[in-house]
């Protein structure tokens, strides 16, 4: 009689009580997934889910009031933070000299070693606009950056027979966890989604503070990106969410540092007031440029005297932007802290030489413009750019390491800086240029290319020279929305023509063939460029602007696997 067999049972996350992780399960992930880390993610989001869904409900109810006529301004209720003399904690020396900063997604992994081998004083790791956040992408982040910490990440390219590794001297780290709006849907606590920002904040820190501790000491890291707030209250969670973390942790308070995006239209009328809450973990304000004009139209989506005209017209010479970065930088410079300018998201033409060279110098006179309005250190997007930005940065301070000066907001000479002068009215002034049908098609091309690439696993992906993320992808689809919901009169050539559903389906038709052809066939026929063609078309004629992109299509690149935990033994 043969021998009966049992089947060994199938590996699993080992999950505390209330936490089901619904991700693959792969050894190297239960190593970042552990039951204590993922105690500390369900402590968390345990202590802090109530306050973010508060948080939220106010954001839905202050685009009720924007949809409704009232216009965004300063809060009278706080003007006495706005008014007041004080300043946040101390810049850790560490962290001084942020002249310039590279970005990317956390994974691929030799992407991670080239950035921080880039030459640039820091590299944010995002786990947020450059990352499709499939979960494959986002352990794989973790154990980079957990490796990155550590000083032990390599990647040998097989094809090419290269091996990569950290250089001596490396860019320090910070860390973009998700916005507050985005769950993690491969991770249950308490039977609902994780919120997504506290599982990567959660994760990284768990398994990487103690390296910082032991290296550096109070006040110097880990360092942090915080995106898409729209309010103070939003800064006090994290403020919390610090806190905690440290106190957990055993490290001195403080320990923390994070730079705010100030990448909504709300939230550059609550700059002061964000940085009250986060003033004892606080390391600035930064210019987050395309999601801010994404915003604008969001928060004006009802407003059809506030039409944006075509998206590359839309820089820092309009005067809304130009008197937002102006307003940044006196805040930052009052209460102690870097004000970090935009990114520029050119990327090397390697074909075409005197492109090159006109794309590096539109760099050049964008970084020049920031560091003469008083940045302290600014964002690119590829490794190429970082000679020619920390030449003009570098030559421009003259050995200092920022132009932080304590005070009024004074500007590096000694005079009133511009931004002391901004008024309500100079944040929200409509911009000025042309809507032309060439940008509905541009925008059609950008917005499917992105998406396609988004739920093919790739958040951060090269288009006509520019490395293209979420941000400019939001921005292509909200100012197609704007248009065909309004109506606009749009430039065909010096004809002028309404922009309707009508035209945008034919514009969409013609567009989906110029990318297969741009793409080829084969490429075309096995990515989602259709797919991601209808999304976006529906995205465009939706009665109701949708909050996000990657928001509506999440669900699309969500893979559960039942049973990955808890383990049943």
Request: with cysteine; proline share 5%; hydrophobic share 40%.
């Amino acid at each position: 009689m043969a021998a009966s067999t049992t089947a060994a049972p199938a590996p699993c996350y080992d999950a505390p009580e209330g936490v089901d992780v619904r991700g693959r399960y792969d050894r190297e992930f239960a190593s970042i997934l552990t039951r204590d880390a993922l105690g500390f993610v369900a402590g968390l989001q345990r202590e802090f889910r109530g306050a973010v869904r508060y948080a939220m409900e106010q954001r839905r109810e202050a685009q009720r009031r924007y949809d409704a006529g009232e216009l965004p301004r300063f809060d009278p209720a706080t003007r006495l933070v706005r008014d007041g003399d004080w300043t946040c904690a101390p810049v850790p020396p560490a962290v001084a000299d942020r002249t310039v900063e590279i970005t990317g997604p956390a994974e691929p992994r030799k992407m991670v070693i080239n950035a921080l081998n880039s030459g640039a004083k820091v590299f944010m790791a995002d786990f947020e606009d450059a990352l499709s956040p499939t979960w494959e992408n986002l352990m794989h982040g973790q154990v980079n950056l957990r490796d990155a910490v550590a000083g032990t990440i390599t990647y040998r390219d097989a094809a090419r027979g290269r091996e990569y590794k950290l250089n001596d001297r490396t860019a320090k780290l910070f860390v973009r966890p998700r916005g507050w709006h985005l769950p993690e849907a491969h991770i249950l606590v308490d039977g609902e989604p994780a919120i997504g920002c506290l599982v990567d904040f959660g994760l990284y820190f768990f398994h990487n503070h103690a390296a910082f501790r032991a290296g550096q000491g109070a006040g110097f890291g880990p360092f942090f990106y915080l995106p898409k707030m729209e309010h103070s209250r939003e800064a006090r969670i994290w403020n919390g969410v610090f806190q905690r973390a440290e106190k957990a942790a055993g490290i001195e308070p403080g320990s923390i540092r994070a730079t705010v995006l100030v990448e909504t239209l709300p939230a550059v009328f609550q700059m002061n007031e964000v940085l009250h809450e986060l003033r004892e973990h606080s390391a600035g304000l930064n210019c987050g440029r395309w999601d801010y004009i994404f915003s604008y139209v969001k928060t004006f989506r009802a407003h059809p005297d506030r039409l944006l005209p075509d998206r590359a017209l839309v820089g820092m010479a309009q005067h809304f932007m130009r008197s937002y970065s102006h307003l940044l930088i006196h805040t930052c410079h009052r209460r102690g802290v870097h004000a970090m300018g935009g990114m520029a998201a050119q990327i090397p033409i390697k074909d075409d030489a005197a492109a090159n060279e006109a794309a590096l110098e539109l760099v050049r006179k964008d970084k020049l413009r920031e560091v003469r309005a008083g940045h302290d250190g600014t964002w690119a997007a590829h490794p190429g750019l970082i000679p020619a930005v920390r030449e003009v940065f570098e030559g421009h301070l003259g050995g200092r390491p920022n132009q932080i000066i304590i005070g009024d907001g004074a500007a590096a000479g000694g005079h009133e800086h511009e931004g002391a002068s901004v008024r309500e009215e100079d944040l929200i002034q409509p911009p000025r240029g042309a809507r032309t049908v060439d940008a509905l098609r541009l925008n059609v091309r950008v917005g499917v290319q992105y998406l396609a690439a988004w739920l093919g696993g790739s958040g951060s992906v090269p288009l006509y020279n520019l490395m293209e993320d979420a941000a400019t992808a939001e921005i292509s689809r909200v100012q197609n929305w704007q248009w065909l919901h309004h109506g606009a009169a749009l430039d065909a050539g010096g004809v002028e023509v309404r922009a309707t559903p009508d035209l945008l389906a034919r514009v969409v038709e013609e567009e989906m063939a110029r990318v297969e052809a741009e793409v080829g066939h084969e490429r075309f026929r096995k990515g989602r460029y259709e797919e991601a063609g209808r999304i976006f078309s529906r995205q465009c004629t939706a009665p109701e602007l949708d909050d996000f992109l990657t928001l509506d299509a999440y669900n699309l690149i969500v893979a559960h696997h039942p049973g990955a935990s808890p383990c049943k033994l």
